[in-house]
C-alpha cells in the first residue's frame, strides 16, 4: 500500500507491550521467569528473547521480539516483489512458541509482524502479517472450538469476511506437503495485509490494518492461557510422552522445511538462537509408525489432523 501514513513507532510500542504482557501472564501461571537476552544485529536492529527452559507448566517457551532493518533485501523477500528494489526496509514482530510438558495440552504458535520498505521521494511499501494456531497431541474438541472463538472475535469487529480468509489460509499455510498432513488444528494466519478496496490509501488503510494485527496479538492470551490451565494437571504416562515427542518432530519438520518466517530470519542475518528458540526440547522420529486403531492417538489423526469447521454455535 502507498500513501499511507505510516507509525513505525507506535507498531513497535505495542509489540513490545505484547511481549511483557504474555511472559508476565505466562509466568504466573508456570511459576517459573523466563530470562531475558537482549541482542543485537551486525546488520542493523536487534531485540529482546525471553525463554523459560524446564518449567513446571512450561517444558520450553519462546516470546521474541525483533527489530530488524537493512539496506537491502535477502532473497526470500524480494524473490516475487520487483518494486522493493533498492529500498531500505525495516521489519519487526512479536513471536512465541509454547511447548508444555503435559502431552494432554497443546503447543501453540502466533506471531504478528510489520515491514515496511522506504526510498526518498517515493511512498512507503508496507505491509502486517500474523496469526495464531494449536497443535494438540491428544484431541479435545472444547480446546479447538474455545480457540477458533476467540480467532472469529478477533477478527469480527475488522469484517465479516476475515475469519473464515484466515482461517483457510492457516489450513493451507501450516500444512505439510511432504506428510500431506495439517500441523494441528489451525487458527488464523494472514501476510501482506496492507488495505483493501474498502479502504483508501490513506491512514485509514494503516490504522485498519494495525487495529486488526493488533487485535490478533491481543486475544492470544484469552485463547490459549486457558487451555494450558485445563490441561495442566491432567494425568500422563510414558505412553503419552512418547507420543507427544513423536509429534513434536512434525512440529520440527515444518519449521525447518516450509515456515518462511525461519527462511527469512536466516537469510536476513538474524539471530540463530532466537530464530530456533521454536524448537521443541525433546524430540523423536520412527520409521513408518503408525497408531493403534481405535486408539486416542490413532483419533488425533481422524478427527482433528483435518480442516474442520471448528466454531459451530460458538460464533
Known amino acids: 500500500m502507498h500513501g499511507a501514513h505510516v507509525d513505525k513507532h507506535k507498531v513497535k510500542e505495542f509489540m513490545l507491550g505484547l511481549q511483557a504482557l504474555i511472559v508476565e ?65 525495516e521489519a519487526m ?21 510489520f515491514f515496511v520498505a522506504e526510498k526518498a521521494g517515493e511512498a512507503p511499501v508496507w505491509w502486517f502479517g500474523g496469526g495464531m494456531d494449536l497443535t494438540p ?36 499455510y501450516f500444512f505439510l506437503r511432504h506428510r500431506d498432513e495439517p500441523r494441528g488444528v489451525g487458527g488464523v494466519f ?8 474498502t479502504l483508501a490509501a490513506t491512514e485509514d488503510a494503516f490504522a485498519h490494518c494495525f487495529g486488526l494485527t493488533e487485535s490478533v496479538g491481543d486475544h492470544f492470551l484469552p485463547a490459549y492461557a486457558p487451555i494450558l490451565e485445563r490441561r495442566a494437571d491432567t494425568p500422563y504416562g510414558e505412553r503419552e510422552r512418547d507420543f507427544q ?5 512434525r512440529y520440527v519438520e515444518f519449521n525447518l522445511v516450509w515456515d518462511r518466517g525461519t527462511l527469512f530470519g536466516l537469510q ?38 483435518r480442516p474442520r469447521d471448528w466454531l459451530g454455535e460458538a460464533a
Not at 514482530?93 to 509482524?113: C, E, I, Q
Not at 515427542?245 to 518432530?249: H, S
Open 268 to 305: 536476513s542475518g538474524g539471530r540463530t538462537e532466537s530464530i530456533l528458540m521454536s524448537l521443541p526440547p525433546i524430540v523423536k522420529w520412527r520409521y513408518d509408525w503408525k497408531p493403534e486403531p481405535g486408539s486416542a492417538e490413532a483419533r488425533l489423526y481422524s478427527d482433528f489432523l
Open 93 to 113: 514482530g512479536v513471536s512465541l512458541v509454547m511447548h508444555p510438558r503435559n502431552p494432554h495440552a497443546p503447543t501453540s504458535h502466533m506471531n504478528v509482524r
Open 137 to 172: 497431541y491428544y484431541g479435545y474438541e472444547e480446546d479447538a472450538r474455545h480457540f477458533h472463538a476467540c480467532c472469529h472475535k478477533a477478527l469480527v469487529p475488522f469484517g465479516a469476511g476475515y475469519y473464515p480468509k484466515y482461517k483457510a489460509w492457516c489450513d493451507d
Open 25 to 89: 501472564r505466562l509466568e504466573a501461571l508456570d511459576g517459573k521467569r523466563f530470562q531475558t537476552d537482549a541482542w543485537e544485529r551486525s546488520g542493523g536492529g536487534g531485540g529482546i528473547t525471553r525463554l523459560i527452559e524446564a518449567g513446571d507448566l512450561l517444558e520450553r517457551g519462546g516470546v521474541n521480539f525483533s527489530h530488524v532493518m537493512g539496506d537491502r533485501l535477502p532473497p526470500s523477500a524480494s524473490a516475487h516483489r520487483p518494486e522493493l528494489a533498492g529500498r531500505a526496509w
Open 245 to 249: 515427542a513423536y509429534r513434536r518432530g
Open 190 to 197: 494472514f501476510d501482506d495485509l496492507n488495505g483493501d478496496s
